[in-house]
């Protein structure tokens, strides 16, 4: 979005700028003023979490992590239900007892609660210092208790009450202390409340800790003694095991049998490998043998394959006319290799003896057996010994299992029995180290209600809100407003930008009078004046006006423009075909002649206008002749200095239906003989064919769009066609903007 654009947007709506953010700040100033007062206290509790200087029987490091969870556990536990409404029993007994209390109650505004009597009164203070002795919340199932729970609702004084009317519990930044803060319209109930607060939740504290250290030691001794006993079973079966099973005299057995397996794994070893190297040599010599046996029969056959290639080859030769120099080569090397091979053939074979290869395989195998005979004596002494050592490593595996399970249950125990010893002993110097460092004092004056800057604040919110939903409606508002806008919408150029006048009872001799200094009038002429500029420079006599759409505002501007163009002393003649809608021809010809042409009947007054019928037979040799009479009888004056009309009825028909049998291009050149420009008016692209069809009559288009429409997939595509015209589109005129947007 431009920033211009904004900031005219935003000056446009200064006076919702202006309104909002006062009424915003009013209310906030009014609400704020009457306000009650209220008094605030505050009371601090020393935790010991980081400056704990009490007893210590362990050698405990300090953990950031753990203190601050330790910090968060102790704040829940102050703004628990139960602490709070500790305070909530005290609070009740002052206001019951005293005879100043910090709140009463107007039973006569709650006819469905009756006063209580005096015995009643005594009865339930009773109850509320039991409950606050033993630390108990009210039962919601006793029908008394209930009367009880609606006291304490009716006096504000219920947990929920007191934690949501300005019950604030924190930790001070970064110290050992937590912040207890209330704020109420009695200065002496917020010190109250904030003290008795501190008070109770020591004691519930103490009283918590005290029988959670009982329980614990109770629980640590049953398991102290559960420990004991597992112990002494696991070190009697251990005995027992070692007793009935020799287990020293069969870990020597066991000894002397690993090491007799490790010397057989050496042998057997050896005699694998003296079992695979005779296996080799066997093969290689069998592989000897193959070749002296078959070495003659390879070297015959491939002398044959030689013989029978150079044979095809000289074919080949002689067949090509014993020119190819390439394959005589080609024969000589094979002749040259046959040679050779037929040499080896002769000598080759007394160099293999075939009797000793097979003398030195039957040798080969002959160790070989034997090598293997060994290899599975070997192989049955080890089973034999692993077979052996096997129920020694069962027993062994046992008595393993047996030690580490008296190991386990003896270190189970001397766990459990530190554990026991480390709380009671704790519970012999049992002591909370929270207490009270800071008492609650009464406000001596009100808390500040920030009036003033709650007001700032919602006089800048009114601001913002305003600023944010302007410019909000702005990007769904998708109309073209300004002529940015328009080019990137469209891609066409602009003849020229037309503002928003008001046009109600406005004359054409108003607007170009030189006494009228209307600013919107003054700036309209002026943007007129330029359009006018645009259309002199163009060279164009014939001139088209359409839209896309209906309302765009053509009728009005081609009025203005014609009267524009007739103060500088040109002859206009404004054609009205738009037969859709003949608002040029209504608004120029609405004058006495007109009205009694109309009164004259429908006959006459056909004949007055372009797209009146023609009933009558003309012979061939006056259709000229005829053509003369009509032009001359559809032209009227409009009352307008140096512009004149042809007006025309409204009708469905299309301009080549309605125009067929008349040459209206060249009427259109006889109009030019005594007129400057001709200005016609076409109906809507979107909904008719009429501007394509008069487009051929004419020299220049010029479309018109008002700013205040959006640009919708219908207008593309006759925008598209108005792209098409190659060079006759003069340019379009953005008509309606708003003078703020004109600069844009």
């Known amino acids: 979005m431009n920033i211009y654009y904004l900031i005219n947007l935003i000056k446009k709506r200064l006076w919702l700028l202006i309104i909002i953010p006062i009424i915003g700040a009013t209310v906030a100033f009014v609400v704020m003023s009457s306000l009650p007062k209220s008094y605030r206290s505050s009371s601090q509790l020393a935790t010991g979490f980081t400056t704990d200087e009490s007893v210590k029987l362990t050698d405990e490091k300090f953990n950031m992590g753990k203190t601050a969870q330790d910090f968060n556990n102790l704040i829940e536990q102050i703004n628990s239900e139960l602490v709070v409404t500790l305070v909530s029993y005290n609070l009740i007994i002052h206001d019951l007892n005293s005879d100043l209390p910090f709140r009463t109650v107007d039973y006569s505004e709650n006819e469905d609660i009756k006063r209580p009597t005096e015995e009643q009164i005594q ?129 020597l057995e066991s000894d002397l049998k690993i090491s007799q397996i490790m010397e057989y794994e050496v042998k057997k070893r050896e005699e694998e490998g003296n079992v695979n190297a005779l296996r080799l040599s066997i093969a290689q010599t069998k592989n000897k043998l193959n070749k002296a046996s078959s070495k003659n029969g390879r070297n015959n056959a491939k002398v044959l394959q030689l013989r029978d290639r150079i044979n095809k080859l000289n074919q080949l030769y002689i067949d090509g006319g014993s020119q190819d120099v390439e394959l005589e080569n080609t024969i000589a090397q094979l002749r040259d290799e046959m040679q050779t091979e037929m040499t080896k053939l002769g000598t080759e074979a007394t160099l293999l003896d075939e009797a000793a290869l097979q003398e030195e395989l039957d040798s080969y195998e002959l160790q070989l057996n034997i090598s293997e005979s060994n290899l599975a004596s070997i192989n049955n002494t080890l089973a034999r010994l692993r077979s052996q050592i096997s129920s020694h490593n069962t027993k062994e595996s046992t008595l393993e299992g047996l030690t580490k399970e008296v190991e386990l249950a003896t270190k189970e125990y001397n766990q459990a029995l530190d554990k026991y010893n480390e709380y009671k002993n704790r519970s012999l110097v049992l002591g909370s180290s929270i207490r009270i460092v ?307």
Not at 140 to 169: C, H, M, P, R, T
Not at 179 to 205: C, D, G, H, K, Q
Not at 706 to 711: D, G, H, P, R
């Open 123 to 251: 009865e339930w203070i009773k109850i509320y210092k039991e409950k606050l002795k033993s630390i108990e919340l009210l039962s919601a199932f006793d029908s008394v208790e209930v009367k009880l729970l609606e006291q304490l609702k009716l006096y504000k004084y219920n947990s929920f009450w007191l934690k949501e009317g300005g019950l604030k519990i924190h930790r001070v930044k970064n110290s050992d202390f937590i912040s207890i803060e209330f704020t109420s319209e009695n200065p002496l109930l917020s010190a109250y409340v904030v003290n008795t607060l501190s008070r109770e939740f020591i004691r519930y504290n103490r009283n918590l800790k005290s029988s959670l250290s009982d329980e614990s030691v109770s629980l640590l001794a049953k398991l102290v003694e559960e420990k004991k006993t597992i112990l002494d079973e696991h070190t009697a079966r251990l005995n027992d095991f070692k007793s009935n099973n020799q287990v020293l005299n069969q870990q």
């Open 438 to 744: 800071k008492e609650g004092q009464p406000a001596l004056e009100p808390e500040s209600s920030h009036t003033l800057i709650i007001t700032a604040l919602a006089g800048f919110s009114g601001f913002a809100l305003c600023v944010v939903f302007i410019v909000l409606m702005e990007f769904v508002d998708f109309r073209i407003k300004t002529s940015d806008n328009f080019r990137k919408v469209t891609k066409l150029q602009l003849a020229g930008t037309v503002n928003r006048i008001t046009t109600k009872n406005l004359k054409l001799t108003d607007i170009f009078s030189e006494n009228n200094h209307h600013p919107d009038l003054v700036v309209f002429k002026q943007l007129l004046r330029k359009i006018r500029f645009e259309l002199e420079g163009s060279g164009a006599h014939s001139v088209l006006v359409t839209s896309t759409k209906i309302g765009e505002g053509k009728t009005f501007f081609i009025l203005c423009l014609a009267y524009s163009l007739s103060l500088i002393k040109k002859k206009i003649l404004i054609i009205d075909t738009n037969f859709k809608n003949n608002g040029l021809t209504k608004q120029l010809l609405v004058k006495p002649n007109f009205h009694k042409m109309l009164e004259e009947g429908e006959k006459r007054r056909k004949n007055y206008l372009i797209n009146a019928p023609n009933h009558e037979e003309i012979p061939v040799d006056d259709e000229e002749q005829e053509d003369q009479d009509f032009t001359r009888k559809i032209i009227h004056p409009t009352g307008h200095r140096n512009i004149d009309i042809i007006g025309s009825n409204p009708s469905t028909n299309s301009p080549m239906e309605i125009l067929a049998g008349r040459d209206f291009k060249k009427m259109i050149k006889t109009f030019q003989q005594n007129y400057d420009y001709i200005l016609m008016e076409g109906a809507a692209l979107n909904d008719f064919p009429d501007t394509k069809e008069l487009v051929e009559y004419v020299d220049i288009v010029l479309p018109v769009f008002s700013a205040e429409s959006t640009i919708k997939q219908q207008d593309k595509e006759s925008i598209s066609y108005l792209k098409s015209l190659n060079g006759r589109l003069m340019g379009a005129v953005l008509n309606k903007v708003e003078n703020e947007n004109l600069k844009i």
